[in-house]
Each structure stands twice: as structure tokens, then as C-alpha cells.
């Protein structure tokens, strides 16, 4: 294994991950809502509503905030390790998944366990495992 020196970040990870909890705490606390990008988007898909607006300025932010960084700094080259095909597929089981685990990483991994919710615990455990047995059978089984 080998580690990219390079690509080691840790003041922007650590201002990153401050970002996105301070985003994370100012929601629950202003609206009672939980930061998760899918329930999030699944509300947009809703006709209406007075939750709309705040809806739309998280996706605005989500989807703004790497474009206003371009501005500042090169974004990092994106290098996938997969076919288009491999990717789609495992975007869709990621939809099922979030579907059926009631939340997404960001609901469960970032909101939930900073709430200490058992269930939100068992979720994020659950999805970390099902990722390192993926990448360990992709890798070292198959050979992908």
C-alpha cells in the first residue's frame, strides 16, 4: 500500500469536517432538522410546501460551494476507478440502501451519531462494513 503524500489535506479536511458540522448544528438547531442529503432532496421532490425554500438553499450550497472553491483553488482531479456502468450500479444500490436504512451517511454517519442514536450507530456500522467488504472483494477477490 502506499500512501499519496501529496493528497494529505488536513487542515482543509479539518476545515471541512468543521464546515460541515457547524452546517449540520445550525439546521437541527434553527428547523429541528436533520442534515441528510437524502431526505433532504427526497423533499424537493414534493410539490410545495413551506419547506421548500430552505430545501433548495441546502442544494444550492451543496452544489455551490466546490464551484466558489474553484474560484480560490484548482479542484482535485478526479480519477475513477471504475466503468461508467459500475458506477451507476452503485449509485442505485446507494439509493435502495438509504431507502431501506431510513437515511443516508451524512443523515446517520454525521447527525445521527453526533445525537449518540442507536440506530444511527447500527446504520453507520452497517454501511462502513458493506464498503470495506466491497472494496476488499473488488480488489483482492476479482481483481476490479
Avoid at 12 to 36: E, F, K, N
Avoid at 93 to 109: D, F, I, K
Wanted: proline share 6%; aromatic share 8%.
Amino acid at each position: 500500500m502506499n500512501i499519496a503524500w501529496d493528497a494529505f489535506t488536513p487542515w482543509a479536511s479539518l476545515a471541512g469536517g468543521a464546515l460541515i458540522g457547524l452546517s449540520a448544528a445550525l439546521l437541527i438547531l434553527g428547523s429541528g432538522r436533520v442534515a441528510g442529503i437524502s431526505g433532504i432532496v427526497g423533499g424537493l421532490l414534493k410539490p410545495g410546501g413551506p419547506e421548500l425554500p430552505w430545501r433548495l438553499a441546502f442544494l444550492v450550497g451543496l452544489i455551490g460551494a466546490p464551484l466558489v472553491w474553484g474560484l480560490f483553488a484548482a479542484p482535485p482531479e478526479a480519477q475513477p476507478v471504475a466503468g461508467t456502468g459500475t458506477l451507476v450500479l452503485a449509485g442505485l444500490l446507494v439509493g435502495v440502501g438509504t431507502r431501506y436504512g431510513a437515511g443516508c451517511t451524512s443523515g446517520h454517519g454525521v447527525c445521527g451519531l453526533s445525537r449518540l442514536s442507536p440506530r444511527s450507530l447500527a446504520a453507520t456500522l452497517s454501511f462502513m462494513a458493506a464498503g470495506f467488504v466491497t472494496v476488499y472483494v473488488v480488489r483482492h477477490l476479482i481483481g476490479g
